[in-house]
């Protein structure tokens, strides 16, 4: 894992300024989370800087306007075309030096994404359990149908996303390959990422509602 | 500062993980991935090899964590011991601290070079003798035996921490000291195991709105009411225990204020502190984050008053190092026994001192094949752009894998101990 060097996944620059950059750099502290969550016991120190990181991406996609609500009509789409837009930028920024994408496209790839706390809400971040008034069910169903559309594209968009990680992210594939489909999204957009715990990697199909429960409970300690 | 003169190392089977002299500096206590403690004690000068003064030799090592499981939470807890302290030695034997990530126990280090003999009541097989044909009382004699060093557990500190101890710091009262762990510190005295106080609580009620952690706790050295911890946001807060029973109202807080001109997504990740100490002076205190070390006066909460850089060159490669998770290693920090040089490691087996009144610093290599015994350590320099000369590493040949994390300096002698990865090296000052 800890090769010799350094890696040139993200730039020389200290803190990746451009919006592709940035996603990417979300994308791998999404990642991460959840893989914190995969591990005996998470080391909390640096999942709440991780999410703290992520918090501070939205926040700043919220202000640059490339990160908005969503109406209400466009909730059953959210999460597979929050995924889209993820690999339409991946893609793009491999596709050789930066031809930027349609701007038609990735505008509406962009436009369709899911609902981020309002600056000045409380953030829901990686602990927490569903917002009030949402079933403590709600979130894993998203998550699993998060991990469903991944699986659903294409092989090589799957591993496009991940395949300039290092070995770590490859567990990540097993666990995705294990989770199946759930049912509709719920609203809850970026933390369900982030707060849903992943299983471990060959427990079974199907999802099972109860143990991930339960593996919250853990995470979030009442 | 004098280059180091003489080194002995040791092969571990696991990754070190806490290193420590004691008071006197006369042992060096280890702590490893498996959960062992290795105790070095330092060999008598003696007249007739003069040039072999004071090598650390084994004295004693023992498991002190198994691997547990706790089934609550189907998770299973690391025997890996995070940190050691001695207590001030009372008596012939000596007592530390040793932890892992849940449970604090207190070991006895003792002697034994004497055996009681001459029983009467046991034939030489130890079978009883019937009593009816023992006519005479015999005392038994203490003979001389070879020395056997035995550590025994004499306390065991459990159930009081819910998430990762990270520091212990014995009291100066030497009847009390703390364990704190990502959200909560506890005092313990000595003596009661099935109970402590609990003095900083940072858990938020709603699990949902936690920002911060606690990072690294300590002691003053002096002042047994007064102790400071660290937060993963890179704030100080000293406590006074004198006040109200909870100390979540600190009695200072030192923050340097953000430089805007660095901000990044990495800013906070970098100013997280990962180790905070207390100067023998209790004066001071110093700060280790990512990239630089800080030292603090008590009087003066709103800036460090000095800050030395260690690995700046990094400051370019954050967003590599936080896709590689090195930008969470955790460096700890440590003074000499004057307060007027502190060291802490940093990746290629290099670690670094600073000089606070010259304002010199140094960086070396802990490494097998640039140290012989009574070898030199010859000073390394990283080149950070441009032409690379002949002794120089480039950036981007670092090992990163190969971190010192941990390190340790005598209490009262330019010895230093210095901790990479499974391989112990103490380095000495050369004699003149």
């Not at chain 2, 009541?121 to 056997?148: F, S, Y």
Request: charged share 25%; net charge negative; glycine share 6%.
């Amino acid at each position: 894992m800890f090769a010799r060097g350094l890696k040139r996944k993200c730039s020389e620059e200290e803190a990746p300024a451009d919006p592709l950059q940035r996603q990417s750099l979300l994308d791998m502290s999404l990642v991460k989370l959840q893989l914190c969550h995969m591990l005996a016991e998470p080391n909390l120190c640096r999942s709440v800087l991780i999410a703290n990181t992520v918090r501070q991406i939205q926040e700043e996609m919220t202000q640059d306007g490339s990160w908005c609500l969503p109406g209400p009509q466009t909730a059953g789409r959210l999460p597979r075309d929050r995924l889209v837009s993820t690999e339409i930028l991946c893609r793009s920024a491999r596709a050789g030096p930066p031809q930027a994408p349609d701007p038609a496209d990735l505008a509406s790839a962009l436009q369709a994404v899911p609902a981020i706390q309002v600056p000045g809400a409380v953030p829901a971040g990686p602990w927490g359990r569903a917002g009030p008034g949402e079933s403590r069910g709600g979130f894993p169903r998203s998550l699993d149908q998060v991990f469903e559309t991944l699986e659903s594209h294409s092989p090589g968009a799957v591993e496009e996303l991940f395949s300039d990680v290092d070995g770590p992210y490859y567990d990540l594939d097993a666990v995705l390959t294990g989770m199946v489909g759930g049912a509709k999204s719920g609203p809850e957009g970026l933390e369900t990422f982030a707060s849903a715990a992943a299983r471990p990697p060959g427990t079974g199909c199907k999802a099972d509602l109860g143990e991930l429960d339960h593996v919250v409970e853990i995470l979030v300690e009442t | 500062m004098n280059y180091p003169d003489e080194i002995t190392y040791g092969n571990k089977a696991d990754i070190i993980s806490t290193v420590e002299f004691n008071h006197t500096g006369e042992l060096l206590a280890t702590g490893d991935k498996g959960g062992r403690v290795v105790i070095f004690q330092r060999e008598q000068e003696s007249k007739n090899q003069v040039h072999r003064r004071g090598e650390y030799n084994v004295y004693s090592t023992f498991q002190s964590h198994e691997p547990e499981f706790d089934y609550l939470k189907s998770l299973e807890i690391e025997e890996k011991i995070n940190k050691i302290r001695w207590l001030p030695q009372q008596n012939a034997a000596y007592f530390l601290l040793s932890t892992n990530d849940k449970t604090v126990k207190l070991w006895k280090v003792s002697e034994r070079d004497k055996r009681p003999e001459g029983y009467n009541l046991k034939d030489e097989e130890g079978r009883l003798r019937d009593p009816a044909t023992i006519t005479t009382l015999r005392v038994p004699v203490l003979r001389p035996m070879d020395l056997m060093v035995e550590a025994t557990p004499r306390r065991v500190f459990a159930n009081a921490h819910t998430y990762h101890i990270n520091s212990i710091s014995v009291n100066s009262d030497y009847e009390t000291y703390m364990s704190a762990d990502d959200l909560r510190i506890n005092l313990w005295n000595f003596e009661i195991t099935n109970q402590s106080f609990n003095i900083v609580d940072i858990k938020p009620a709603n699990m949902e709105e936690l920002t911060e952690v606690i990072t690294a706790a300590e002691f003053h050295p002096h002042h047994c009411n007064t102790f400071v911890y660290s937060s993963s946001k890179g704030t100080i807060r000293l406590c006074d225990m004198r006040a109200p029973a909870l100390c979540d109202r600190h009695t200072k807080f030192f923050e340097e204020p953000e430089d805007p001109s660095n901000r990044s997504f990495f800013s906070e990740i970098i100013s997280s502190i990962s180790d905070v100490k207390f100067s023998h002076s209790g004066r001071y205190i110093m700060t280790r984050d990512y990239l630089t070390v800080k030292v603090w006066d008590l009087n003066m909460e709103n800036r460090p008053i000095e800050t030395y850089q260690v690995h700046d060159y990094l400051r370019s490669k954050l967003c590599s190092l936080y896709e590689n998770d090195c930008i969470f290693d955790k460096f700890e920090c440590v003074w000499n026994g004057s307060d007027s040089v502190i060291m802490t490691g940093s990746y290629n087996n290099f670690f670094r001192m600073f000089d606070r009144n010259t304002k010199r610093d140094v960086t070396l290599e802990a490494s097998r094949e640039n140290s012989k015994p009574r070898a030199i350590l010859k000073p390394r320099k990283v080149c950070v752009g441009g032409k690379r000369r002949k002794d120089e590493i480039s950036v981007d040949s670092l090992d990163f894998s190969k971190k010192i994390l941990h390190t340790a300096w005598h209490p009262s002698e330019n010895i230093i101990a210095v901790a990479a990865t499974n391989n112990l090296y103490i380095f000495q000052d050369k004699v003149n």
